[in-house]
C-alpha cells in the first residue's frame, strides 16, 4: 500500500533562518508531488506541483522554493524565513490523470 | 488565474440540523472532489464527481456537480458531532493538468 511520510511535524525556527522540509512517498511510481500551505483556520494554498523529477511548477511567488531530486521525494527550502511563512504546510501525493490527493501529516512551522 | 470559492467560511449547526456548503470556480473543471479536514488533522479524501449534474450519496452526505461543471455542492443530513471539521472541495481545471486547486473551505460545528 501506499503511504507519504512528511517532517518533521512541528518546528519552530527564527526568521532569517533557513527552512528544509522533506516529504516522501513509498509504494507507487512516478506520483504527482504537491506542497500546499496553510494559514490558521484558512484554506489550501498551492505553492508547489511535480509531475516528475526535476520539474517544478511554482503557483506563487515568494521566498521558497521546492526540488524533486528522487522521484518520490519532494524538498521545501527557503534560504530566509519571514514571519509571513508561518504556517502548516501539507505534502500531499496523487496518480496522475486526475485523481484523488493523498496528504502528509503536515508541518506546524512557525517563525518567531 | 483559477480561483474556488465556497460558501459560507463558517456554519454553525444545532446537532440534527442539516448542512451545505457551496463550491464555485472561475474556470470549468474536469472533475470535483471534496475532502474533510478535523481539527488539527490534514484533509482526506471523501469523494470525486466527473460528470456533469453527477449525484452521489454516501450515507447523510449528498454530492452535487453542476451541469456546467464549474459549481458543486456538499449536503450532510442530520448533522452529527462526528461532522465537525473544514469541507474542501478541489479540481482539476481541464484535462492534461495536473494542478489541484482547493477551495477556500467551510468550517463546520455542531452545537450539542
Known amino acids: 500500500s501506499q503511504t507519504i511520510h512528511q517532517w518533521p511535524a512541528t518546528l519552530v525556527q527564527p526568521v532569517g533562518s533557513p527552512l528544509s522540509l522533506e516529504c516522501t512517498v513509498e509504494?507507487?511510481?512516478?506520483?504527482?508531488l504537491y506542497w500546499y500551505r496553510q494559514a490558521a483556520g484558512r484554506g489550501l494554498q498551492l505553492l508547489f506541483y511535480s509531475v516528475g523529477i526535476g520539474q517544478i511548477s511554482s503557483e506563487v511567488p515568494q521566498n521558497l522554493s521546492a526540488s524533486r531530486p528522487q522521484d518520490r521525494q519532494f524538498i521545501l527550502s527557503s534560504k530566509k524565513l519571514l514571519l509571513s511563512d508561518s504556517g502548516f504546510y501539507l505534502c500531499?501525493?496523487?496518480?496522475?490523470?486526475?485523481?484523488?490527493?493523498?496528504f502528509g501529516q503536515g508541518t506546524r512551522l512557525t517563525v518567531v | 488565474g483559477q480561483q474556488v470559492m465556497q460558501i459560507p467560511q463558517y456554519q454553525h449547526v444545532q446537532e440534527g440540523e442539516d448542512f451545505t456548503t457551496y463550491c464555485n470556480s472561475s474556470?470549468?473543471?474536469?472533475?470535483i472532489q471534496w475532502y474533510k479536514q478535523r481539527p488539527g488533522g490534514h484533509p482526506v479524501f471523501l469523494i470525486q464527481l466527473v460528470k456533469s449534474g453527477e449525484v452521489k450519496k454516501q450515507k447523510r452526505l449528498t454530492f452535487q456537480f453542476g451541469e456546467a461543471k464549474k459549481n458543486s455542492s456538499l449536503h450532510i443530513t442530520a448533522t452529527q458531532t462526528t461532522d465537525v471539521g473544514t469541507y474542501f472541495c478541489a479540481g482539476y481545471p481541464n484535462f492534461g493538468n495536473e494542478k489541484l486547486t482547493f477551495g477556500t473551505g467551510t468550517r463546520l460545528t455542531i452545537i450539542p
Open positions: 474556470t470549468t473543471l474536469s472533475n
Open positions: 500531499a501525493w496523487s496518480v496522475r490523470e486526475w485523481a484523488e490527493a493523498f
Open positions: 509504494g507507487t511510481s512516478n506520483p504527482n
